[in-house]
């Protein structure tokens, strides 16, 4: 697949036939873009046993996926006088002192999910507070080569925090490109002890950028988090000094709703946080410090207890205006001799205004689908596609990156062979599950001028842009394809703690 920007092309043709399906394989998935978890552990002095959980995420397509030829070795030797370790999960290794070595030719993740669970421990804690050590995993596969992670394990002092106000903000709202204000109610300290410092984590992305940023703040490319040293006393509650401002992207999709998840962790509760901050290659705010204030000793409530209060904040932000993407399919000409092959160049552009966010995302993958002309057949099919194996016409195409910008295009090379003269149709459509102001740019003739005689050889043309309907994949499991309304679906799982309503 190749991916460039181009001028808008212009209406050619529209897709014939509507009733003719046909299965065809499955398209071919991108390999997947691995991240190993493996979290630090805080507990608390002669509190319960508390559990790592170690895992591996396909966090690009989200799907699910199988590693082969692995070892996994778990040195926990360091946390001796912290905590007592113990393997949750023997099946496949073994255990030498506090060293855990597993061993196996493959790992699959269960059906429909795309994260796989590596060997799981536990640490008693045996030491007291301000006790720590540290824990290793190396993790050796075919398909992640070899990784190493670090995590603390830590005891610390029992507090409590909550946060202030309402699960969910409401009121915020603007258009594309405008700057919204981003109110917090604030955390309070339901806890009996002093809390000496507290963080505030939550996620960035090109969707919604931070307008103002603070030089106690650290701004990664999804992640961010602000520490505070202001000690909060037990009962009180604070607020942000003033509301955090955020910039809706100019080419986000509209109408449509956004939300920003805001937690409020102590230090300790959210080293995970700041380790993934920090592998992005953050940026320290430049705009001043963000400072908490303490609210009226009127408005604080009685102290409770610690168990089960919610500690996060909900921003929801409305996206007002008309403000979508237009797809338009990419069509192409080949010239050629009966008996050669010809290369043709189909694919999907972008003529904004919007972009399309999340194509990885089950409601919002961006493909080409359609049939190379009758009296043709395909020989060699572009990464990203799949044909039909009996009738080699068929064809589907994915976009297989996360974001499909406004003024972008795709397109994927076909090796087509001709097997008669004439002048030959086709055709490709440019899908989207997202609404587009008009289908009527959707769908693009593929035209093969094939002329008798000849053998071998090969010819090409230019690409006619043109233009595509609602239509996505199947990736793992086949897919359904309706010439003319081509449908299909995207299987896959991802969390996030941004997300478009």
Sequence with gaps: MSVRLRRPGVWLGAVAGMLAAIAVPAVAVAAPQLTVQFPNVTLLPGGAAETQWNRVENNDTGVEFTLHDVKITIDATKVAGVATPKLLTPAGCTTAGAVYTCIHETLPTPEDYSALRLPQISYTPVGAVGAEGTVTL????????????????????????????????????????????????????????????????????????????????????????????????????????????????????????????????????????VDRVRAENPKRGTDGPLTLVAKPAAKSLPQTDTGGKRSWQDVLIAVRGQHKAQLAAIGAEADGAVGSTVQVEVGIENLGPA???????????????????????????????????????????????????????????????????????????????????????????????????????????????????????????????????????????????????
Excluded at 175 to 183: A, K, N
Excluded at 194 to 202: K, R
Excluded at 457 to 482: D, E, K, N, R
């Design 355 to 501: 972009s399309v966010y999340d194509v990885d995302k089950i409601d919002e993958n961006v493909t080409a689908s359609g049939y190379m002309p009758e009296g043709t057949t395909i020989v060699e099919a572009a990464d990203g596609c799949r044909f039909d194996a009996k009738n080699k016409r068929y064809y589907i195409c994915a976009f297989t990156g996360d974001l499909f910008r406004a003024e972008a295009s795709a397109t994927w090379p076909f090796t087509v062979r001709i097997d008669r003269a004439g002048t030959l149709t086709g055709q490709v459509v440019a899908s989207t599950k997202k609404i587009e102001p008009t289908l009527e740019d959707d769908t693009a003739d593929i035209v093969i001028n094939a002329t008798a005689g000849g053998t071998g050889g090969t010819g090409g043309g230019g690409t006619l842009p043109i233009t595509g309907a609602p239509i996505g994949m199947v990736a793992g499991a086949g897919v359904l394809l309706l010439v003319g309304g081509a449908a299909a679906y995207l299987i896959g799982r991802r969390r996030r703690a941004d997300f478009t309503a």
């Design 138 to 273: 190396t993790l050796t596969s075919r398909e992640t080569g070899t990784v190493n992670r670090t995590a603390t394990v830590a005891v610390a002092e029992a507090v409590a925090l909550a946060a202030e106000g309402e699960q969910y903000v409401r009121g915020a709202q603007g258009e594309p490109g405008d700057t919204v204000s981003l109110h917090l109610d604030g955390v309070r300290n339901i806890g009996e002890k002093a809390i000496t410092g507290v963080d505030l984590s939550f996620p960035t992305g090109p969707k919604l950028d931070m307008a103002k940023r603070y030089s106690n703040c650290e701004y990664g490319t999804t992640a961010a988090y602000c520490h505070f040293d202001t000690e909060l006393q037990p009962g009180t509650a604070y607020a942000l000094a003033e509301d955090m401002t955020a910039r809706l992207a100019a080419d986000l999709p509209a109408p449509g709703n956004l939300a920003r998840r805001f937690m409020w962790l102590t230090p300790a509760d959210n080293r995970d946080n």
